[in-house]
């Protein structure tokens, strides 16, 4: 599946844009502050329904109180579909596939699959583990589109948990009410575990080729890190009520994979602590790389976004991931000038102009 065309309104400081895109890599360029950013993350808006930069999505429409809209246009086995995403600081957000309110499977097979890397993106190696974790089940999303309910379904028993936990705790409630959670919760959580742990197990082995290929020295490796070792729901719902005066006394569930960790490594070492900035870097890169493998294996090929992803890397670096780059599909690099990708625009790349919110010129336009 591909994006071929983009067009936007009051998005940020995207006044108007029409943007025919390529089908390979496009540089998209202009000085800092033009609004390159602002217009990689309106098409994975578009995409997706939400933000990749802000948990405050009031903060994507333009100063003038919008509302922000995004249409994109894709093309799967020669059929054509239009996402729009409208925000409306009044009326909240509207998403229509072809034109209709989206929902079913129809709007999952008009939506290719999404890689995005801002810099804020590091926060998957230095940042709290909840990062990772989220990450992991959105790529689990990607993978089975069916098990996207799984990280629902136990996010809902948990809160359904914690909340029985406060009012046991305040005397308002038995606890031999939790037994039913308790059943649910291991039900859901060993199903989520079981998710987690395949989907890390198709990434590692890309992972590890990634990291060579981008260029880290020593050997990297990716790793699935459960709170618990329960194999199955009925030893979790057991873990569960081991805990249950634990977790009475602090009002909270203190054990299960809303707890758990995805451990990166280098020379068996975590990232998190002891990569360099660089390093951090291409790991994360590796990861995205990682991703688009597995997925295009499985005829899902992503859109890659990539934003100011040539920082802190050094010329011979900068080579590779220009090379990975070409070679990875339908992508969009931000850059403030073509020349900070080495032999990108002499193997083909388009080139895609920003200036102050303003797209002044367009690429080739997609083959359908």
Same mark, same amino acid.
């Given at each position: 599946?591909?994006?071929?065309?983009?067009?936007?309104?009051?998005?940020?400081?995207?006044?108007?844009?029409?943007?025919?895109?390529?089908?390979?890599?496009?540089?998209?360029?202009?000085?800092?502050?033009?609004?390159?950013?602002?217009?990689?993350?309106?098409?994975?808006?578009?995409?997706?329904?939400?933000?990749?930069?802000?948990?405050?999505?009031?903060?994507?429409?333009?100063?003038?109180?919008?509302?922000?809209?995004?249409?994109?246009?894709?093309?799967?086995?020669?059929?054509?579909?239009?996402?729009?995403?409208?925000?409306?600081?009044?009326?909240?957000?509207?998403?229509?596939?072809?034109?209709?309110?989206?929902?079913?499977?129809?709007?999952?097979?008009?939506?290719?699959?999404?890689?995005?890397?801002?810099?804020?993106?590091?926060?998957?190696?230095?940042?709290?583990?909840?990062?990772?974790?989220?990450?992991?089940?959105?790529?689990?999303?990607?993978?089975?589109?069916?098990?996207?309910?799984?990280?629902?379904?136990?996010?809902?028993?948990?809160?359904?948990?914690?909340?029985?936990?406060?009012?046991?705790?305040?005397?308002?409630?038995?606890?031999?009410?939790?037994?039913?959670?308790?059943?649910?919760?291991?039900?859901?959580?060993?199903?989520?575990?079981?998710?987690?742990?395949?989907?890390?197990?198709?990434?590692?082995?890309?992972?590890?080729?990634?990291?060579?290929?981008?260029?880290?020295?020593?050997?990297?490796?990716?790793?699935?890190?459960?709170? %618990?070792?329960? /194999?199955?729901? +009925?030893?979790?719902? !057991?873990? $569960?009520?081991?805990? *249950?005066?634990?977790?009475? &006394? @602090? =009002?909270?569930?203190?054990?299960?994979?809303?707890?758990?960790?995805?451990?990166?490594?280098?020379?068996?070492?975590?990232?998190?602590?002891?990569? %360099?900035?660089? /390093?951090?870097? +291409?790991?994360?890169? !590796?990861? $995205?790389?990682?991703? *688009?493998?597995?997925?295009? &294996? @499985? =005829?899902?090929?992503?859109?890659?976004?990539?934003?100011?992803?040539?920082?802190?890397?050094?010329?011979?670096?900068?080579?590779?991931?220009?090379?990975?780059?070409?070679?990875?599909?339908?992508?969009?690099?931000?850059?403030?000038?073509?020349?900070?990708?080495?032999?990108?625009?002499?193997?083909?790349?388009?080139?895609?102009?920003?200036?102050?919110?303003?797209?002044?010129?367009?690429?080739?336009?997609?083959?359908?």
């Amino acid at each position: 599946m591909l994006v071929a065309h983009v067009g936007l309104r009051d998005f940020r400081n995207c006044g108007r844009g029409e943007i025919e895109l390529s089908d390979g890599l496009t540089i998209v360029c202009g000085p800092n502050g033009a609004g390159k950013t602002n217009l990689l993350e309106a098409i994975y808006f578009g995409l997706t329904a939400r933000s990749c930069r802000t948990s405050n999505e009031r903060e994507v429409v333009g100063h003038g109180g919008g509302p922000a809209r995004v249409a994109v246009t894709t093309i799967r086995d020669g059929e054509r579909h239009v996402l729009e995403t409208a925000l409306d600081l009044n009326e909240g957000k509207r998403v229509r596939v072809d034109g209709s309110p989206a929902g079913g499977p129809a709007s999952l097979d008009a939506r290719p699959p999404v890689c995005v890397f801002i810099p804020d993106r590091l926060e998957l190696v230095k940042g709290a583990p909840a990062h990772r974790r989220a990450h992991l089940d959105r790529f689990v999303a990607a993978v089975w589109p069916s098990r996207a309910g799984t990280r629902v379904a136990y996010g809902r028993a948990l809160g359904q948990r914690n909340a029985l936990l406060a009012r046991v705790r305040s005397g308002g409630a038995s606890a031999a009410q939790l037994d039913a959670w308790d059943d649910q919760l291991g039900r859901s959580g060993a199903a989520l575990m079981e998710d987690r742990s395949e989907a890390v197990e198709q990434l590692a082995p890309c992972f590890a080729a990634r990291t060579t290929e981008l260029g880290l020295p020593l050997r990297a490796a990716i790793r699935y890190r459960p709170r %618990s070792r329960a /194999q199955d729901a +009925l030893a979790l719902t !057991a873990e $569960l009520a081991e805990r *249950r005066s634990q977790d009475i &006394e @602090r =009002g909270f569930t203190t054990h299960g994979p809303h707890r758990d960790d995805l451990v990166l490594t280098h020379d068996d070492r975590a990232l998190r602590s002891f990569g %360099s900035q660089g /390093q951090q870097r +291409l790991s994360v890169l !590796a990861l $995205l790389f990682a991703e *688009r493998d597995v997925l295009a &294996e @499985r =005829g899902r090929e992503p859109l890659m976004l990539l934003d100011d992803v040539m920082s802190e890397l050094d010329a011979s670096r900068r080579a590779r991931l220009v090379q990975a780059i070409l070679a990875s599909g339908q992508t969009l690099v931000t850059a403030a000038d073509p020349e900070h990708l080495p032999g990108a625009a002499a193997a083909g790349a388009a080139i895609l102009n920003v200036e102050a919110g303003e797209v002044r010129a367009a690429p080739r336009a997609v083959a359908a």
